[in-house]
């Protein structure tokens, strides 16, 4: 293996592609955003990584790493291309199809070709391997095809990309060797072989066990709304058993595993996913949750003044892909009542379709300040920079991470609404 073409170079292929060259290995990205090739080329990225700036950077002098718009003849392909979902929550594997059609042309014998996508339980066996065997390839012969599903967290992929253990799964059992010899090259964790279908499975159930487990919280979260409850104590609580580890509630689920990876199940077993299904269905109400007590907590209010404090689906990263934040800043504009100000300290006004404006303007005769992400900034904020700026100091904190002051102004906890009273002026 000395040359290797990733198709896809969003929050994992570019990674990826920093990761190899780094290795050693003669890298071409390829992505269909002339935009993103041209800022590679130059040794600059497109999106926010710890990191990633000084390795892309490196690679690219050194010749290691380039951009392109095209696939190359290579050793290797990886395919990392997005898997969203359709507007009936079925996944939209399009692009996986583009990109496999995509580098057929350049494909010869003994190729290794790895789809990192996540991707819907037979993707492989079914969608995949027919297209290039339409282009007279033997699937079993001349290729060899498999899955590694990445597994890394925003804001720590280069470490992960490299100790994470890797699930390789072949469509045949030689393909899953000849793949897993690939990680083998640079991963210091395990690399276990599998098959594809396998491998496409445990992924999903990755981010469904986790997604059930938030549903768990936040449907607490409403039950102890109801019944007046501090669910973050009974959290904390239920906790110290040995054996419970009960996750904390919060606004949503967002990115593109959690929030879309469980529908690839429910499509796939509609009938059987009865609990999936239901857990997606929670997570997904909770933006409406939130601007309900938005509501309460405004409702004496005549125009309300709201600060949204966050857009990204989790802290200290720029990626807003299926954010709740975004759902529940979007409803609360639509409400003709609120005067809605948005604030994120990682977030460019070109990702979203309204404007971000700074810290000082969000706060600027507020009456409520809604923290929708739990960004380090957030965590470190003081009573004090809000009550000079602010009509009425009253902080809804969806995260559960901010640590102010509650003598000096009004600060309600997703989890602790049991003495919600309406803001007056």
């Not at 925003?154 to 100790?163: A, D, M, Q, T, Y």
């Not at 992924?203 to 449907?219: G, Q, S, Y």
């Not at 904390?248 to 929030?259: R, T």
């Not at 380090?376 to 009550?387: I, P, S, W």
């Amino acid at each position: 293996m000395e040359k290797i073409c990733v198709v896809g170079l969003g929050y994992i292929g570019l990674p990826t592609s920093a990761v190899f060259a780094r290795a050693g290995y003669e890298i071409v990205g390829v992505d269909v955003s002339e935009h993103v090739v041209d800022k590679l080329n130059r040794g600059e990225i497109h999106i926010e990584e710890v990191g990633l700036p000084e390795i892309v950077k490196e690679v690219v002098e050194n010749g290691k790493l380039r951009g392109s718009m095209t696939p190359e003849e290579a050793d290797v392909f990886i395919i990392a291309v997005p898997t969203p979902i359709h507007e009936d929550y079925t996944a939209n594997v399009d692009y996986v199809i583009s990109a496999t059609k995509a580098i057929a042309p350049y494909l010869s014998k003994g190729n290794v070709v790895i789809v990192e996508s996540t991707i819907p339980p037979r993707t492989m066996d079914d969608i995949v391997a027919p297209i290039l065997r339409e282009q007279g390839f033997d699937t079993e012969k001349d290729l060899y095809l498999a899955h590694c599903p990445e597994r890394v967290l925003p804001g720590r992929i280069l470490i992960e990309l490299i100790e994470n253990t890797r699930i390789v799964g072949g469509t045949t059992p030689e393909a899953a060797k000849k793949a897993a010899d690939v990680y083998r090259a640079i991963v210091t964790g395990d690399v276990i072989e599998t098959e594809a279908v396998t491998a496409e499975m445990s992924k999903l159930m990755e981010n469904t066990f986790r997604d059930v487990n938030i549903a768990l919280a936040n449907e607490l979260a409403k039950i102890s709304s109801r019944l007046g409850v501090d669910a973050h104590q009974v959290i904390e609580l239920a906790n110290k058993h040995p054996r419970v580890n009960i996750h904390h509630p919060g606004p949503g689920v967002g990115g593109h595993c959690l929030a879309v990876d469980p529908y690839f199940i429910v499509e796939k077993a509609t009938e059987e996913a009865k609990l999936i299904k239901l857990s997606r269905d929670i997570n997904n109400s909770m933006p409406h949750f939130v601007v309900e007590q938005v509501e309460r907590m405004t409702v004496e209010l005549k125009e309300p003044k709201i600060a949204a404090f966050g857009l990204t689906y989790k802290g200290n990263i720029d990626d807003v892909r299926e954010s709740p934040a975004i759902e529940i800043v979007e409803m609360l504009r639509r409400n003709p009542r609120f005067d809605v100000r948005v604030f994120d300290p990682h977030v460019r006004d070109e990702q979203v379709s309204f404007p971000v404006v700074s810290f000082e303007e969000a706060i600027q005769d507020a009456n409520l300040v809604v923290v929708l992400a739990d960004h380090n900034e957030f965590k470190t904020m003081k009573a004090e920079d809000f009550l000079s700026g602010m009509k009425t100091p009253v902080i809804f904190d969806t995260k559960n991470c901010t640590n102010l002051d509650e003598e000096k102004m009004t600060v309600y906890k997703i989890g602790n609404l049991t003495n919600l009273k309406a803001i007056q002026e």
